[in-house]
T-cell receptor, first 116, second 111 residues
Framework: AQKVTQAQTEISVVEKEDVTLDCVYE???????LFWYKQPPSGELVFLIR??????QNEISGRYSWNFQKSTSSFNFTITASQVVDSAVYFC?????????????FGRGTSLIVHP | EAGVTQSPTHLIKTRGQQATLRCSPI?????VYWYQQALGLGLQFLLW???????NRGNFPPRFSGRQFPNYSSELNVNALELEDSALYLC??????????FGNGTRLTVT
């Protein structure tokens, strides 16, 4: 079975603090894709990043960085120098291929609150 | 390029009624996914349509159904509404393993 666990339900930080959102996944497939999405209060999920299972390079995009470690089945997301606009629910997701089907599985999300 | 559009934005129904939610995918995307986001439960996978066929469904009762039209737009129907069906219903479109693109959702309230 495929599963995505985001153990942190809610994180509260003060602006300019660094914060890491954890994501642990389970899958038996060797080929899969991991994603992070942001859901601001407006409700729409915004795609942030995709990583395939064969690419363990970490990635940095501005204040955002992602650490993918297959050895621990984790795909953690760090926001450096957080800002109030980063306040949102963040979802980690896994897509695997099973018999020609691509079935996205989402974690329960982590609510990030950044205080001014 | 137009994004995924969902209608209506809000829908208020009473118990026992039927609700119909609509979704138009991004041009070129053949897959449409429906998710239910109830308070505190994250995104629960409902249905996946691709090329007009239902490819997979999540752990929901049969009163949740839908279809995909030849232009790849999709409809989600919820029959015999129950109070716990109140949630944000999100539609997403995609192509194979590409990132899903989500609409703004339909907020369904059952009273």
């Amino acid at each position: 079975a495929q599963k995505v666990t985001q153990a942190q339900t809610e994180i509260s930080v003060v602006e300019k603090e660094d914060v890491t959102l954890d994501c642990v996944y389970e899958t038996r497939d060797t080929t899969y894709y991991l994603f992070w999405y942001k859901q601001p209060p407006s409700g729409e999920l915004v795609f942030l990043i995709r990583r395939n299972s064969f690419d363990e390079q970490n990635e940095i995009s501005g204040r955002y960085s992602w650490n993918f470690q297959k050895s621990t089945s984790s795909f953690n997301f760090t926001i450096t120098a957080s800002q109030v606009v980063d306040s949102a629910v963040y979802f980690c997701a896994l897509i695997f291929q099973s018999g020609g089907s691509y079935i996205p599985t989402f974690g329960r999300g982590t609510s990030l609150i950044v205080h001014p | 390029e137009a994004g995924v559009t969902q209608s209506p934005t809000h829908l208020i129904k009473t118990r026992g009624q039927q609700a119909t939610l609509r979704c138009s995918p991004i041009s070129g995307h053949t897959s449409v996914y429906w998710y239910q986001q109830a308070l505190g439960l994250g995104l629960q996978f409902l249905l996946w349509y691709d090329e007009g066929e239902e490819r997979n469904r999540g752990n929901f009762p049969p009163r949740f159904s839908g279809r995909q039209f030849p232009n790849y737009s999709s409809e989600l129907n919820v029959n015999a509404l129950e109070l716990e069906d109140s949630a944000l219903y999100l539609c997403a479109s995609g192509l194979n393993n590409s990132p899903l693109h989500f609409g703004n959702g339909t907020r369904l309230t059952v009273t």
